[in-house]
């Protein structure tokens, strides 16, 4: 895990966001575009799942493992669930639920960047 990958990640996330609110300001109704950017961050979330399990099992860092882990799981789990709750939500509120988990996905991106470089706080 390195700080580009990690702040190029949170920003694919915030871009969903920005799109996400752009849709909601409109009063728009969720919409195919922000599906595909959403699924484009869950892959990219997927491959950043698994280079980080591979990275922590080659790491001789002292890296809380359960904690960096289940922060990964995590921020894979709320895209989907997201987009769920968004597709199920015919208002613009649908899009707004999307919008705060993408800069969720954002935060939590940068946390797991700052896991993953031992500060736990």
């Known amino acids: 895990m390195n700080d580009p990958v990690a702040y190029a990640v949170a920003g694919l996330a915030l871009v969903a966001a920005a799109y996400a609110g752009w849709l909601m300001w409109r009063d728009a ?4 575009g922000l599906f595909y950017l959403v699924m484009l961050l869950e892959l990219v979330l997927l491959a950043m799942l698994v280079g980080g399990v591979v990275a922590l ?3 001789e860092r002292d890296v809380d493992g359960v904690l960096f882990v289940s922060y990964l799981v995590t921020v894979l789990v709320i895209p989907p669930a997201a987009v769920l709750w968004g597709v199920a939500e015919k208002s613009r509120w649908g899009t707004g639920v999307v919008l705060v988990a993408m800069l969720t996905v954002a935060v939590l991106v940068v946390r797991v960047l700052g896991i993953w470089q031992g500060a736990y706080v």
Do not use: G, Y
């Open 29 to 32: 109704a969720f919409s195919n």
């Open 57 to 59: 099992s080659r790491t």
